[in-house]
Nanobody, 120 residues
Framework: QVQLVESGGGLVQPGGSLRLSCAAS????????MAWYRQAPGNQRELVAT???????NYADSVKGRFTISRDNAKNTVYLQMNNLKPEDTAVYYC??????????????WGQGTQVTVSS
């Protein structure tokens, strides 16, 4: 089992910044992909950004150039630095991990979510 605990959400004005953190604990494999998803009211959950064990990152087009995902493997923590926030970034942000043994997917886990509200 893996537990994911997010923190760092809150209320911010348009153009502002927030940094989300997700601390993983439990049975963490050396090969995994950590990600941030978000879900706004009435919308489906969507992928925001991913980072694999080697540090390779991918981003949704809507956040490219504004958000940065990073990870600290020693702390089993993934971060999402969000700059130039827009009202449409308002959502519950979820941390997610896919774990692998070699190239074989084995299991995935979700965090409980943290609310980000962008409003003046």
């Amino acid at each position: 089992q893996v537990q994911l605990v997010e923190s760092g959400g809150g209320l911010v004005q348009p153009g502002g910044s927030l940094r989300l953190s997700c601390a993983a604990s439990g049975r963490i494999f050396s090969t995994n992909v950590m990600a941030w998803y978000r879900q706004a009211p009435g919308n489906q959950r969507e992928l925001v950004a991913t980072v694999n064990s080697g540090g390779v990152t991918n981003y949704a087009d809507s956040v490219k150039g504004r958000f940065t995902i990073s990870r600290d493997n020693a702390k089993n923590t993934v971060y999402l630095q969000m700059n130039n926030l827009k009202p449409e970034d308002t959502a519950v942000y979820y941390c997610h991990v896919d774990q692998y043994i070699g190239s074989a997917f084995t299991e995935s886990y979700w965090g409980q979510g943290t609310q980000v509200t962008v409003s003046s």
